[in-house]
Every structure is written in structure tokens, then in C-alpha cells.
């Protein structure tokens, strides 16, 4: 595994980190503790030590509960990084980005780790209107003095640039945006900005949902959250796309570890954070970190 440099933040994170969605159960999948934990040792010994998630992700920070056990007996040996501000599902809608649910949310999150602060802290898919908060931001900046949270982060979409070009008037040290073979637009819009501003960037969805991973044929219907983001008509369009451009990996790389690498080719990229359901998909995703296309 290597390492590279998480921006200003100077955080070294693997190439490869480990992205926790699937834990929610949203994806097909109900993960219990033990399964987590046999994820997490086996990302250990591969050297992974960056870790995403978000306290939306499952009812009653589901996610973060399980990582914050599997982690409790090393907890400093890891880089976390979770996101507050996104959840559609406990129905408070817009006062989920105000500043006094975002620090019930921020103790919650605390709680669910098993941990007394959080690495990187990053606001989750917000309107502009709701990013442009300074009694937000002024709340999240007395959490950094307080060490509750070490780096502030903003998890985005390549349309946003208006929100990047403001990152460092509200102290935001670290970006997360998709980016991989299919969706490239982060590279044309967003990076060069990253780059002069000193961001890291945190790459997430690197196999494209899982189109970019070889498992899925013409005609596939997707029954878990997928199905949200991958209109039906669109399926057999997008993996058509996506199996020309797997020809391009080199005949013995499985396909998920060639669009890992292929995202990390990209210099402005931190850290990629692929999600898995298997210690078999972990160990295919941390081959990335360590080849050359």
C-alpha cells in the first residue's frame, strides 16, 4: 500500500481507503459486527488506514456503531472521516444543516465511533443555501478548537464549484467528490481549483456503483439503492460504456482493481474510498495501491 498526502490537512492516507455505505444495509447486504470486524483486520494487515462514512448511513448511525467497534482497539491507527448534514430519513429536512442539529449530530457521531474526535468532518451534499452558513461554520471551527473534529471537509458534486472556490474562507481543508472512468467531469471542473488551493481530495465512487467492477451483464436490474441512481433505462448504456473501457486493463488485473488504479493515476487524488460486501472485494480494491497503469 502507498501513501500520499492528504492536502494541507498534511494527513498521510492510503491510496486506498476503506468507503462504509454498504454497512447502512441499503445495498443488498445486512452486515453484523462480525463480518465488520473481519473486514477491518484484513484492511489492517493490507495497510489501510483511511476510512469514510456518514451518519445518515443506516437508522441510528448503523455505520458508524459498526466501525466504532471493529476500531475501538486502535482507533489511532486510523484517519476517520464522516459527514453530517444528509439524512432524508429522520425527518427534520432543512434543520438537519443548522448549526444546533449538526452538533447533536457531531456528539452522536462521537458516540456511534466509540471515539472523542473525528479526523475529517465533512458537511454531506448540501444546497448552496445551506452551505453558505457562517454561524455553521463558526460552530464546526470552535469543535476544531475544542479537538473534537482535526479537519474540516465538504463532500460535493463537479457542478459545485461555487461552494470549493469558498472552501478556505470557511476553513475547509478536504473535498469529496465522485470521480472514475465513467465520470471524469471532477478532473475538468473541480481539481485544478483543489490543486491551487492545496485541497485533498477524496475520490469516492471509484467503480462507478459497481458498473466498472466486471460483475454485471446487459439488461441487469438493480433491486438495492442503485436503483435510485441508475435509471433502468440507462443500465445497458452505462455498462456498455463501461465494458469498452475495461478493455483497456491489462488481461490479469480484475476489473475493480484497474478502475481503482485508474482514479489514482490522477495525482490531484488523495484517496479513493470503494465500498465492499467481502474481505475477497477489500483485497481487490487495496490492489490499486500499489500498481502502476
Not at 9 to 24: C, D, I, Y
Not at 99 to 114: K, N
Request: aromatic share 8%; proline share 4%.
Amino acid at each position: 500500500m502507498k501513501y500520499r498526502r492528504l492536502g494541507k490537512t498534511e494527513l498521510s492516507v492510503s491510496a486506498v481507503g476503506l468507503g462504509t455505505w454498504q454497512f447502512s444495509g441499503v445495498w443488498g447486504k445486512h452486515f453484523e459486527q462480525c463480518e465488520v470486524d473481519e473486514i477491518f483486520a484484513r484492511a489492517r494487515e493490507l495497510g489501510i488506514n483511511f476510512l469514510d462514512t456518514a451518519e445518515c448511513y443506516g437508522p441510528n448511525h448503523l455505520a458508524e456503531r459498526l466501525i466504532g467497534n471493529a476500531i475501538a482497539s486502535d482507533r489511532e491507527r486510523w484517519l476517520v472521516a464522516t459527514k453530517f448534514g444528509h439524512n432524508p430519513g429522520n425527518g427534520l429536512g432543512d434543520e438537519n444543516y443548522g448549526p444546533v442539529q449538526v452538533l447533536i449530530q457531531l456528539e452522536d457521531s462521537l458516540r456511534a465511533l466509540r471515539t472523542d474526535y473525528i479526523d475529517v468532518y465533512q458537511l454531506h451534499s448540501a444546497p448552496n443555501e445551506y452551505f453558505d452558513n457562517d454561524a455553521l461554520w463558526t460552530m464546526l471551527d470552535k469543535q476544531v478548537d475544542a479537538g473534537k473534529v482535526r479537519f474540516l471537509g465538504n463532500s460535493i458534486a463537479p457542478r459545485m464549484q461555487a461552494q470549493l472556490a469558498k472552501s478556505l474562507d470557511y476553513g475547509i481543508g478536504v473535498i469529496q467528490v465522485p470521480y472514475n472512468a465513467l465520470q471524469r467531469r471532477a478532473a475538468r471542473l473541480l481539481f485544478p481549483m483543489a490543486q491551487e488551493m492545496d485541497l485533498g481530495v477524496i475520490a469516492r465512487a471509484p467503480l462507478a456503483m459497481g458498473l466498472l467492477s466486471g460483475r454485471y451483464r446487459q439488461g441487469h436490474v438493480f433491486e438495492d439503492v442503485r436503483a435510485m441512481f441508475i435509471q433502468q433505462a440507462q443500465v445497458n448504456e452505462r455498462l456498455a460504456a463501461a465494458a469498452e473501457l475495461l478493455r483497456d486493463k491489462p488481461r490479469s488485473m480484475a476489473p475493480s482493481t484497474w478502475a481503482n488504479a485508474w482514479c489514482l493515476q490522477e495525482s490531484q487524488v488523495s484517496t479513493v474510498i470503494p465500498g465492499v460486501k467481502s474481505v475477497a472485494q477489500l483485497e481487490m480494491n487495496a490492489l490499486a495501491g500499489d500498481v502502476q497503469l
